[in-house]
């Protein structure tokens, strides 16, 4: 028998339809709260990076393609923020939800747009050090067997 891996497409999927109520008062969405600086390009000034831009650089590394990004109304500055992902080379599509009843509720809301594909799933308010994590999962995650 030998082990290959079934092609699918690779889609990340960021739930943002929080309330953010344990640090309100902030002048913006959480997930775009700046937290840092960088530059696209060498030759280009220093930019302010938003938290949830750590993620987005992850998943652009594990040859993610499209982020569906699951908002609620009210938080419009995140895809006036972040826009349709082309700084990134890649597509960002917003859901809306209504009322957001947790993480799993949020989630199901994109099952019909991702239910073929391979889940890079995170939060957009934690950062987390390696940089490879999706890499690292998907080249370790199950295989299909032949034989």
């Given amino acids: ?79 006036q923020y972040l826009g349709s992902g082309k700084w990134m080379d890649m597509n960002f599509a917003y859901l809306v939800i209504d009322l957001p009843f947790g993480v799993p509720f949020t989630l199901d809301q994109a099952y019909n747009f991702v239910k073929e594909a391979v889940i890079v799933f995170g939060f957009p308010d934690i950062v987390f050090e390696s940089e490879d994590a999706f890499i690292k999962m998907y080249n370790n995650s199950i295989c299909v067997f032949e034989g």
Avoid at 29 to 34: A, G, M, T, V
Avoid at 54 to 59: Q, R, V
């Fill in 1 to 79: 028998m030998q082990a290959t891996r079934i092609q699918q497409k690779i889609v990340g999927l960021i739930p943002a339809a929080g309330r953010a109520e344990r640090i309100s008062p902030l002048p913006c969405s959480k997930e775009i709260y700046p937290i840092g600086f960088h530059r696209f390009h060498q030759n280009e000034d220093l930019r302010i990076k938003v938290v949830s831009e750590f993620l987005i650089e992850s998943m652009h590394l594990s040859k993610v393609a499209k982020i569906y990004i699951i908002l609620r109304k009210g938080k419009w500055d995140i895809p």
